[in-house]
């Protein structure tokens, strides 16, 4: 039998799953990226590589690390991050509806794929920096995300890449894909456009595995509504939902609402795309999602969140959408210095944008575009509510709460009483869609009538429904991985 070539669209971390699985497989592989080679890799690379998964054990986690030679380890608690409470997550943002078969197959694979990876070259490490919390002199993980590839996205993609090259797989630079071809009534090429001008290649299957929509403005203002324009855009420009339109030309059926999206607190200030030519540093250091430590306040000098209402890895992904929503789309951030050294190191950036008094009279006043009269009088009746009786503890859902406020705070509800004290200015940044493509266990692409697009494939971003209303932080990558793997083997094996 002659060797199965396989097409890949993209080379973030879905696609480059797709790749070294369809490799192993024994296909060939060959991947078409619109970007250059700078700037491919897509959103992937601006992660912090941290990827859930579930756990049973330690013993577990230590499985996944290849260098157990950090001191901090002999003090750390991972806990465990059973599938139940993976699955509990997930339906927590599902909107009432119970786990679908995708959402299920993403636990269940979760950790085999994690370990699938480390057998392909990809170097993990505890995320102490932001998912633990020293206790007692030990590091106490919370939250449910423990590991993170080594290197963060850029890490992850090298890695990756160097895997699916050693394999003997192929990527292609600047080929902008436009157009699925079909024969005889599956898939059977693609067309795109390189600076050449307009190619095509054929082949036995396609993986499609290039994003979603965030980065097309036209697109997220007809699809999410109006207001969606006017987001900042967190990561690649490249992702602009071809390969969604690709697929639903062919009579593709679309899963999930589309104006659900992932979208965080993100400096005011910041660029209105993420770029690979600014350093990794600064890509990811606009971000600011550390409200749970303090309160936000909008134009009106009101709160309009509860910021303790949860760890931040549940709600830092559907703020940004509350951000939007307040007029001007933008709020300020306010802490005091007792909570200024938890802060992530994103707040100490050089290019963060903030301002900071001595006084909360003074600060207000330096609140660029807000009724400061109200916003004084909405901190004054939040220190008054904080609960004292109880202590702070941010490795914990401590339950320090604020009480009889219209709007409380559930956690971590500290006084602001300690000056200096500090507010860093917020807008909203997407992440990326989750409305994508409907695939069936084997990552086939259906159509509106349910059955398989023969030879059609897709993973990551573009696929629909496995996110629904809200996100637990790091199931993007691992999604990727899993349906990466899933799309690369069902399309190598036909
Ligand atoms: C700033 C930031 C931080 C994040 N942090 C995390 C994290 O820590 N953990 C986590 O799990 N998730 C995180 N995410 C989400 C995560 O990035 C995505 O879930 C994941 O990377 C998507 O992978 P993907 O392979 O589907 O898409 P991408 O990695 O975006 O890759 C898509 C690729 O397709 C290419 N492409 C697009 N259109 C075409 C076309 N027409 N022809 C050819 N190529 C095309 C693009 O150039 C790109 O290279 C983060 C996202 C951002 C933006």
């Known amino acids: 039998m002659s060797q199965r070539r396989v097409l890949i669209i993209g080379s973030g971390n879905a696609a480059l799953c797709a790749g070294i699985a369809a490799l192993e497989a024994g296909a060939s592989a060959t991947m078409l990226e619109k970007a250059d080679a700078d700037e491919a890799g897509g959103n992937s690379r601006y992660t912090a590589g941290a990827m859930r998964f579930a756990y049973a054990s330690r013993a577990e986690i230590l499985r996944l690390l290849q260098d157990t030679s950090d001191e901090r380890l002999q003090r750390t608690d991972f806990g465990?991050?059973?599938?139940?409470?993976?699955?509990?997550?997930?339906?927590?943002?599902?909107?009432?509806?119970?786990?679908?078969?995708?959402?299920?197959?993403l636990i269940e694979d979760s950790y085999a794929t994690l370990l699938w990876l480390t057998q392909h070259n990809v170097r993990f490490e505890p995320i102490y920096s932001r998912q633990s919390f020293e206790r007692d002199g030990r590091h106490v993980f919370w939250g449910g995300l423990t590991l993170a590839a080594r290197g963060e996205g850029d890490g992850l993609v090298d890695a990756e890449l160097e895997e699916y090259q050693r394999l003997g797989g192929l990527i292609r630079y600047r080929a902008n894909c436009l157009k699925?071809?079909?024969s005889d009534g599956r898939i059977c090429g693609v067309e795109f456009t390189t600076p050449q001008g307009i190619e095509s290649a054929s082949c036995d299957a396609v993986v499609l595995a290039c994003g979603g929509f965030e980065a097309s403005r036209e697109l997220r203002g007809r699809l999410m509504g109006e207001l969606w324009q006017y987001a900042k855009v967190r990561?690649?420009?490249?992702?602009?939902?071809?390969?969604?339109?690709?697929?639903?030309?062919?009579?593709?059926?679309?899963?999930?609402q589309p104006d659900a999206c992932h979208a965080v607190p993100m400096d005011r200030d910041m660029p209105d795309y993420g770029n690979m030519a600014l350093p990794f540093v600064e890509r990811k250091n606009y971000r600011k999602i550390c409200y749970f430590l303090g309160v936000m306040l909008n134009a009106n000098g009101a709160?309009?969140?509860?910021?303790g209402e949860n760890f931040r890895n549940y709600t830092y992904a559907q703020f940004g959408r509350a951000i939007l929503e307040q007029p001007g789309r933008f709020a300020w951030q306010i802490f005091d210095a007792k909570v200024t050294p938890l802060l992530y190191e994103e707040y100490r950036f050089e290019h963060a944008s903030f301002v900071e008094a001595d006084t909360l009279e003074s600060l207000v006043q330096?609140?660029?575009?807000?009724?400061?009269?109200?916003?004084?009088?909405?901190?004054?009746?939040?220190?008054?509510?904080?609960?004292?009786?109880?202590?702070?503890?941010?490795?914990?859902l401590d339950g320090k709460?604020?009480?009889?406020?219209?709007?409380?705070?559930?956690?971590?509800?500290?006084?602001?009483?300690?000056?200096?004290?500090?507010?860093?200015?917020?807008?909203?940044?997407?992440?990326?869609?989750?409305?994508?493509?409907?695939?069936?266990?084997?990552?086939?692409?259906?159509?509106?009538?349910?059955?398989?697009?023969?030879?059609?494939?897709?993973?990551?971003?573009?696929?629909?429904?496995?996110?629904?209303?809200?996100?637990?932080?790091?199931?993007?990558l691992t999604s990727g991985a899993v349906f990466g793997r899933l799309a690369g083997r069902s399309a190598a094996q036909g």
Request: net charge negative.
């Open 80 to 105: 465990s991050y059973p599938a139940e409470r993976f699955a509990a997550d997930l339906l927590a943002f599902n909107a009432g509806r119970p786990l679908s078969d995708l959402q299920r197959r």
């Open 235 to 256: 990561g690649t420009p490249h992702n602009t939902g071809s390969g969604l339109t690709m697929a639903l030309e062919l009579g593709a059926k679309l899963n999930g």
């Open 401 to 476: 709460c604020t009480r009889a406020l219209s709007l409380n705070k559930s956690n971590w509800a500290n006084k602001l009483d300690t000056p200096p004290f500090r507010a860093y200015p917020v807008t909203c940044g997407i992440t990326f869609t989750y409305a994508g493509l409907e695939v069936d266990a084997s990552a086939a692409v259906l159509s509106e009538y349910g059955d398989r697009i023969s030879g059609l494939f897709a993973c990551g971003e573009l696929v629909g429904g496995i996110f629904v209303a809200g996100y637990p932080g790091g199931s993007g």
């Open 366 to 396: 330096q609140l660029d575009d807000v009724d400061t009269a109200a916003a004084l009088k909405t901190l004054y009746e939040y220190n008054a509510a904080v609960d004292e009786q109880l202590d702070f503890d941010p490795s914990a």
């Open 180 to 182: 699925l071809l079909h």
């Open 303 to 307: 709160r309009f969140v509860d910021e």
